[in-house]
């Protein structure tokens, strides 16, 4: 079975690749790029661990077919930060306890900035619209929503 | 296991290569066949993709609107010509899900999803479809009865006429996990009427059969009348004629035949 070869935007970084027909961007991610931010969580589109932006827009990145990128750009937890410096939702994430064990947290700061992106004002309906692709099972929605709000209301999540 | 993926630049190529290849499956926004594939299902060996531009196009400049087959619910949400049709696109998934899935791929949707299909069930849809041997329209009713044996054509667009008014199309999706999860019933009705008087109805009930499916003896309650309360009990008395539902972990086959028909007397009531 050939391989396809595939180039993309990878937070900002041109990258070029071969993947097996079929691959998911997940996987291309996790195990080709070595970019360990989105998790894998049920392979099904139910549960966003695995939530990416691509070309500003929030995907499923298990249910993307990888190849289906090319000539894309994709945004993943790992290009949130800025150097040392944590984007504000990772601060506000930090600041409001919406982490416990963090398993679905990548894929809820994507979902959140996918949401600030659009809507920098967002009311607590319309975050709770914004993650109701995610599922969380430990910390508790509540902290995670608090944080989203914490981290418009700052004002400081425009970057 | 890999798989051969082949991408075309039109629908026409797309369709030729789907019927020339029993194990052949197309790729619209991912959530059905990528979702397969993740499970390793060995049926598909190879994934068909069209980049045809065509596919994602809406148009609604008359009163018969047309919506491509590769158009995203985020993109009807985004369109406000298709306000009818929001509250069924925006009772699927959550937002990567709507960016992603596709209104052709919900004609395939197995339950507890395809509820975007009831809508366009109620709405007497037309589904174009291409294969090799080229385009044809058919009815929405006839297609999803023969849904599983639909291999080797393409869905390339579907097309309904707009209601003449807001009131007269209704959705309803009944889950558990609000805003998002699988329907235990989804229904919903098209009720044009000419001076006061319910003509040509059209109720769809998702999740109460093995496909979508109409609700052909609560229509026939409601044709002729006015939408007052006698039409509304006959309805909702005649719903659960001629489903067959299953039990499924979201609720039991039983439970959907009991509360069909309150679910839909409250659609017709226009409660929330």
């Known amino acids: 079975m050939s391989k396809t070869a595939l180039q993309f935007r990878h937070n900002g970084r041109e990258v070029a690749l071969f993947v097996d027909g079929g691959v998911n961007l997940l996987v291309a991610l996790r195990e080709l790029i070595g970019d360990m931010t989105p998790k894998f969580g049920c392979g099904q589109g139910g549960c966003g661990a695995c939530s990416v932006l ?88 509540e902290p995670i929503i608090n944080a989203v709000l914490a981290a418009a209301t700052s004002g400081r999540a425009r970057a | 296991m890999p798989v051969t993926v082949k991408t075309y630049a039109s629908s026409g190529e797309a369709a030729s290569a789907l019927s020339s290849d029993r ?44 919506i491509g087959a590769g158009v995203t619910f985020a993109k009807i949400l985004a369109e406000r010509e298709l306000a009818f049709l929001h509250a069924p696109a925006r009772s699927i998934g959550g937002p990567a899900v709507r960016n992603m ?65 807001a009131d007269a199309f209704r959705y309803r999706k009944i889950a558990r996990i609000k805003p998002k999860g699988g329907s235990v019933i989804t229904l919903a009705a098209h009720l044009p009427s000419s001076s006061g008087r319910i ?35 006959a309805a909702a008395a005649a719903a659960a004629e001629g489903v067959s539902p299953t039990d499924n972990a ?21 409660l929330e």
Not at chain 1, 78 to 89: A, E, F, T, V
Not at chain 2, 37 to 46: A, R
Not at chain 2, 200 to 217: D, E, Y
Not at chain 2, 250 to 270: D, F, K, Q
Request: glycine share 10%.
């Open chain 2, 101 to 165: 899935g596709t209104v052709g791929g919900n004609l395939f949707a197995q339950n507890p999803y395809g509820d975007f299909t009831v809508a366009l069930l109620a709405l007497d849809a037309t589904i174009s479809v291409q294969s090799g041997f080229g385009a044809r329209d058919v009815p929405i009713e006839e297609f999803l009865q023969s849904r599983e044996r639909q291999s080797g054509t393409l869905v390339v667009a579907v097309s309904c006429q707009k209601p003449a008014s």
């Open chain 1, 54 to 141: 691509i070309d500003g827009e929030l995907h499923l990145s298990c249910l993307t077919l990888a190849e289906s990128v090319d000539g894309r750009s994709v945004e993943t937890l790992d290009g949130l930060k800025d150097g040392p410096n944590l984007h504000p939702l990772q601060r506000a994430f930090m600041e409001q306890f919406a982490a416990q064990c963090g398993y679905c947290t990548p894929g809820m700061l994507m979902a959140a900035k996918a949401l600030l992106d659009r809507n920098p004002t967002p009311t607590r309906a319309e975050v709770v619209e914004a993650i109701s692709g995610n599922i969380c099972r430990c910390t508790g929605y």
């Open chain 2, 23 to 66: 194990s052949a499956r197309y790729l619209g926004g991912g959530t059905i066949v990528m979702r397969a594939l993740n499970e390793g299902d060995v049926s598909i060996s190879t994934v068909v993709r069209a980049t045809d531009r065509a596919l994602s196009r809406i148009d609604t400049a008359s009163s018969r609107i047309t």
């Open chain 2, 199 to 233: 003509s040509g109805a059209r109720i769809a009930l998702g999740s109460m059969a093995a496909t979508q499916m109409r609700a052909k003896a609560a229509e026939r309650a409601l044709e002729g009348r006015s939408l007052d309360d006698s039409a509304i009990s």
């Open chain 2, 250 to 270: 979201l609720g039991s086959a039983w439970y959907r035949r009991e509360i069909v028909g309150v679910h839909l007397r409250r659609l017709l009531s226009g």
